[in-house]
Structure formats: C-alpha cells, structure tokens
C-alpha cells in the first residue's frame, strides 16, 4: 500500500501554532520556570541575563527570583551542558535526556585538553578523587580550586599548568554528571561559579539511567514535537547529532511522526502525528500580538534550514550576527521584524526594525517595549 501523501499545512498556521506551544503567544503561555523549560526542551542560558528575558517572555507572572528559586532552592530544573555543548535550563525529568543524547560530543574535547597536558594516568586519577573528595564536603570555588592545587601539586609545579589541570578535570566531571553547576549569589545576572556534587544536589536524579540510543531517540523525539515540522538539517543543527543517528531514530518512531509539507518551506519535514491532529484544530489568534525574545532565544534557535518560517530571508544577516547566534528579536504575529538591545546608560530598549510597518503594529512593538522597561527597572538595570 502507497503511504499517505505529505499533509499540507499553511506556513502562517505553523507560525502562531510554535509560538503558542513554547507560551511565547498571549493565552498560551508557561505556568512556572520548570513548564517553561520543558516546553522549548531546555532554555537557552549562555548568556547570564538571557534566561530572565526568555522566561519573562513566557510566563506571566515571572520573577527574577523565581529562576534561582527554580535552580537552587526547589531545583524543578538543572543548568547544564547539553544541545550544541551549549548551556540549558531542563526540567529534571528531561535531564537523564539531554545528558547522554549529548555527552560525547561534551566530553570528548575535555580527554583531548586532558591529554594535551600529559598527565599520567596515577595524577589523573588522584586529581579526580580529590575533586569529588572536595565536592562532598563544599561547593568547588574558585578558593577551593586554589588550595586543590597547592595540596595536588605543591608550589613548585608549573602553576599555569596545574591551573589548567585543575580547570579541565573539573570541566570533565561536570559534563560527565559527577559534577552540577551552582550559582552562590541570586542577584540578577550576577554569577559566582561553583560546582557541587550532582549526587548530594540532586539526590533523587540519575543522569545515567537511560542508554545512548534511546537518549538520541527521546532528545529528537521531544525536539520533534516541540519544534515540529522539522527537517533533518534542523535536527542536526539543533541536537548536534549526526544525519545517520537521526534518520535511524526517526525511523524507529513510526507512525509516531508523519511527513508533512509546508508552503515555502523545504520539504520533507516531519511533525509529530498528535500534533499533526492538534494543529488541525488550532485557531489562529484574532488579534495581533508582539514578543521580545531573547538574545539566542530557544525558540529561534531549533531550527537551520527552514528558519525562513520566523524570518524573511533577506533580513538574516539582521537577526544573525557573523557567527550565527541570534540577536535578540522583535517578533510580530509570528515573524521576526526587528532586533533589540537594552542600554544601561539610558535605562531604556534601543530597537530596530528591519523594515517599515503599518502606524498601529509600531505602537504594539512600542507598548511591549515599555512594558519591558518598565520590569528593568524594577529590578535593576544589568
């Protein structure tokens, strides 16, 4: 029997309908930082202050506290290394995920410093143990750092050397789950780094508990559903996998996921079949509605190939900058139409859009814009 031709769906529909599902649209959006985080399959977090304007985006009664209450108080979710060996914030359920899905592409530029440095494998090993020996009694500060590497190595040791030691095997046992990321003060965007054991900050979470290739399949599987219709090339682009992986794990979805087709978008793309029948559905929003989202925002960011359904083709080299991260963006019904920075010395959002629009969508863009500012400053300028 011939398989189903690709269903069709209008590229506008798409539009509203991600936005929608990751809480950036008015009436749809995220109830807490954990709901929030799992609905974009992590929140970017490379950035400090990034993460704060990603949630304001999306919760409506968000906080600045609320973040660091979610990280390190309630920890509902965990800042970790993962998609593109880059920062997230995931909710604990999806951490086991995202750790294994990922973790070679991590770990392997740490043995590579490691063995540059030519420990042997007794130094190593010691290194480690105390690390963690450390970790189990205080977080791993910059001062505790310090007084490892006098009682590992002595004063007479090449300490740029030793430094570095240090710096890579701690690096090692936080992207291999020994080792958790903790923030010691909760200013907004303030960080004073330290590293706790994963085991005694989360003691009810088990990063080793799912296998390679069902980690792969869950991370696409969530990516498809969240970020759907996808291609592959976006797939790749977002989870860091490569074509052979994905295509086997897509494979072994089934009918879980269908080919679908969308106007103006490359073909073969594939969205999951729930939410194939969901979009059906899916009342478009009966009024206009703006967002600002934020610098490398996990909305734009799960997407390479068919970034044209956000983004007008011509204005990329407007939201990208030279290295592809996403600057942060107006986004209007669906569409980036600008981009925005906030000035310290004026207190206040410098905008830009890439193109003139009618008098009555500027004075939306303008409104969220206040609105904004007017949150800064309730909290401090950054």
């Known amino acids: 029997m011939d398989k189903p031709a690709p269903a069709r769906i209008d590229l506008a529909h798409i539009r509203h309908y991600h936005f929608a599902r990751h809480g950036v649209l008015h009436g749809h959006k995220a109830l807490s930082v954990r709901e929030a985080a799992e609905r974009s399959v992590g929140i970017h977090a490379a950035r400090l202050k990034s993460p704060y304007t990603a949630l304001h985006a ?30 997230h914030i995931v909710p604990l359920h999806l951490a086991p995920v995202v750790h294994v899905a990922t973790r070679n592409q991590r770990l392997t530029p740490c043995r590579t410093a490691i063995e540059r440095l030519g420990l042997t ?24 750092t310090e007084k490892l590497k006098r009682d590992l190595f002595g004063s007479r040791s090449d300490q740029a050397w030793a430094t570095e030691v240090l710096r890579w095997t701690i690096k090692s046992l936080w992207e291999e789950g020994s080792l958790s990321y903790y923030n010691q003060t909760s200013e907004w965007g303030r960080e004073d780094r330290a590293f706790t054991l994963t085991a005694r900050a989360y003691p009810g979470l088990k990063l080793d508990e799912i296998g390679q290739i069902e980690a792969e399949r869950e991370l696409l599987w969530h990516h498809i559903r969240q970020y759907g219709p996808v291609s592959v090339n976006d797939m790749t682009w977002w989870s860091g996998l ?9 494979h072994s979805m089934g009918d879980l996921v269908r080919k679908v087709a969308v106007d103006g978008l490359p073909e073969d793309l594939y969205m999951a079949t729930p939410d194939l029948e969901q979009l059906s559905s899916y009342r478009l929003p009966d009024s206009d509605w703006v967002a600002l989202l934020a610098y490398e925002d996990s909305a734009l960011k799960g997407y390479n190939q068919t970034r044209s359904r956000y983004v007008d083709g011509k204005h990329y080299d407007r939201l990208f900058n030279s290295i592809g991260e996403v600057r942060a963006s107006i986004v209007l019904n669906g569409l980036a139409v600008g981009v925005w920075s906030y000035s310290r010395d004026r207190t206040a959002v410098e905008w830009t859009l890439f193109e003139s629009i009618p008098k009555r969508l500027k004075q939306l863009i303008e409104r969220e814009i206040r609105a904004y500012e007017i949150r800064r400053l309730c909290v401090g300028s950054n």
């Open 121 to 144: 494998k007794r130094q190593l090993v010691r290194t480690r143990v105390e690390i963690l020996e450390q970790a189990a009694h205080e977080p791993i500060t910059k001062k505790v």
């Open 242 to 250: 490569s074509v052979g992986r994905i295509v086997r794990a897509v």
């Open 58 to 87: 999306r919760c409506d009664s968000f906080a600045n506290q609320h973040l660091h209450e979610a990280l390190f108080v309630n920890r509902s979710v965990i800042k970790l290394r993962c998609m593109r060996r880059t920062l």
